[in-house]
Every structure is written in structure tokens, then in C-alpha cells.
């Protein structure tokens, strides 16, 4: 990487909301990231499992990095089940402009589900493409 693009590099770092986040409010950590609740949450408990490598894109992380953020997803799961007592779980990955990436800084979306949240359940996360997520005839 040359020295432009390490400025470069530093510089996305600096305005990344997720490089900058208050570490003391995390829920878990570990070497490779951390978990924080989710700022604009869609259900009680839900939130974020976040690598501490700047990296848009979840495919491109390492494998370690990736394994470490599994670790922090069961280990938030742990921590909401206690706290929260959900019924299921959606864990969501949106990875790129086109699948809806807001904060160009890889994450995990950890979505706690209770009973009665939603009339139909049925699809789960197929509800991003709504003509499409019904194909049992619901």
C-alpha cells in the first residue's frame, strides 16, 4: 500500500462512526471487535457486532477476523437471552451499497424476535424483496 493510499486509509478511519465508537458501551469484546446495541434498533436488544479492522466489506476480512466475530455473535446471543429473553434471532449482513450499507464498515446486525413482533414471521429476512418473500402462498 503506498503512502497515498495509507492517508487515504486513515482519513475513512477518521470519519468512520464505528472506528470512532465509545468502546466503554460495548456489550462484549474480544482481539477482533466488539458488539454495541444498535443506535436505530428494530427490536429490543438488537445490535451490532463490529470488527475493529476498517474494512467495507465482510467477505474481504480475514479469516481470523471473521471467526473472532462469531465468537462475539454467540457471545452477544448469551447476553441477550439473559437480558432480553427473545423468542429467535435474525442476523443480517448487508455488504455493499446495493444490499443497503449505510456505514461503509463491515458489521453484523443481531435482530432479537419475540412473539406477536410481527402478524407473519414466515420468510424472515426473504421480506427485503416483499414480492418475492411469500412463497408458501402466505
Excluded at 476480512?61 to 434471532?89: I, N, Q, V, W
Aim: proline share 4%; aromatic share 10%; glycine share 10%.
Amino acid at each position: 500500500m503506498g503512502e497515498r493510499d495509507v492517508r487515504a486509509q486513515m482519513h475513512h478511519e477518521l470519519d468512520c462512526a464505528f472506528c470512532q465508537c465509545d468502546r466503554s458501551k460495548a456489550i462484549v469484546e474480544n482481539e477482533f471487535g466488539f458488539s454495541i446495541f444498535d443506535l436505530h434498533p428494530v427490536s429490543n436488544g438488537h445490535c451490532l457486532i463490529i470488527p475493529d479492522e476498517h474494512n467495507w466489506d465482510y467477505f474481504s476480512l480475514s479469516l481470523a477476523t471473521r471467526k473472532g466475530l462469531d465468537e462475539l455473535l454467540m457471545a452477544a446471543k448469551e447476553h441477550l437471552d439473559d437480558c432480553f429473553s427473545p423468542d429467535g434471532y435474525n442476523i443480517g449482513i448487508n455488504n455493499g451499497n446495493s444490499a443497503g450499507q449505510t456505514v461503509m464498515h463491515a458489521h453484523i446486525h443481531l435482530i432479537p424476535r419475540y412473539l406477536g413482533d410481527t402478524d407473519d414471521p414466515r420468510g424472515g429476512i426473504r421480506w427485503i424483496f416483499p414480492r418475492r418473500a411469500s412463497f408458501w402462498g402466505g
